[in-house]
């Protein structure tokens, strides 16, 4: 089936099944390597997208329910090649771990950052629950997105 999808500003047509994991066409279709299909289930967060918006497990979202939304991929977070303020403050954190996980979290804060003003470590900590790294024991990571909301 033909369909159509608005990622990260530009609009896209691909063909598919339209109950393909979005996740699938994001990587596949539209090489977004940075979506990750690491559970599958819903689970882990590293497929973690914005549909309008809105933070969405992209490996349980059927490509066609995303047809006609704003789709946004960590590859679309920054702006003319300059990272969005989590970003910055993840890499000066030195926050990174292996980057399975990585660009679910980020897309996570950006949506914290955007949607919670004045969000607290607090906040930052319950947005991160739907987020699972394996690597780290998070405290890089939400000390570097406490530093970008102190700086907004």
């Known amino acids: 089936m033909a369909l159509t999808l608005n990622v990260n500003g530009d609009r896209r047509g691909f063909t598919a ?6 996740v699938d066409v994001l990587r596949e279709q539209f ?16 497929c973690m997208v914005l549909v309008d918006d809105r933070p969405t497990l992209s ?5 066609a329910l995303a047809q006609d939304c704003e789709v946004r991929t960590v590859e679309g977070l920054a702006a003319n090649g300059t990272l969005n303020p989590i970003q910055q403050a ?5 926050a990174v771990q292996c980057g399975m996980c990585f660009p679910g979290m980020v897309v996570t804060l950006t949506h914290l950052m955007k949607a919670t003003p004045g969000a607290t470590r607090d906040d930052v900590r319950s947005a ?7 690597c780290t024991g998070y405290e890089s990571i939400v000390e570097a997105a406490v530093r970008a909301l102190a700086a907004t």
Do not use: Q, S
């Open 17 to 22: 099944d339209p109950v393909t994991p979005l």
């Open 31 to 46: 090489h977004l390597t940075g979506v990750k299909p690491v559970c599958r289930e819903g689970f882990c967060g590293a």
């Open 59 to 63: 490996c349980l979202m059927p490509a």
């Open 90 to 94: 993840l890499e000066a954190c030195d």
């Open 128 to 134: 991160l629950t739907g987020n699972i790294c394996r």
